[in-house]
């Protein structure tokens, strides 16, 4: 089956950290870019980070640059969110992306 399933998520206190994992499945997962967003009730889908299909090229929104680390692992179909420094405001459901595929998502709260 074509996924992308989303783990890792959970409770954090502020100044905690915390990695998110995206495992695909059904296509190569080598030959396509992947993001990662972040949503909160009430709020439209945040972009957060992007990395090229090898890995090579990331980018992250100024939004959580310096705390937040795309990376990829090619050889285990899985995209990865590193999270540090996490505060309150980072509470929210947090989606993987890429071939046209959402992931269902993984809570991540903040909270002391």
Do not use: H
Request: one cysteine or more.
């Amino acid at each position: 089956q074509v996924q992308l399933a989303e783990s890792g998520g959970g409770l954090v206190q502020p100044g905690g950290s915390l990695t998110l994992s995206c495992l695909a499945s059904g296509f190569t997962f080598s030959n396509y870019g992947m993001r990662w967003y972040r949503q909160t009730p009430g709020n439209e889908r945040e972009w957060l980070a992007t990395i090229t299909d090898d890995g090579e090229i990331t980018n992250v929104a100024n939004s959580v640059l310096g705390r937040f680390t795309i990376s990829r692992d090619n050889s285990k179909d899985t995209l990865y969110l590193r999270m540090r420094s996490l505060k309150p405001e980072d509470t929210a459901v947090y989606y993987c992306n890429g071939r046209g595929l959402w992931g269902p998502g993984t809570q991540v709260t903040v909270s002391p």
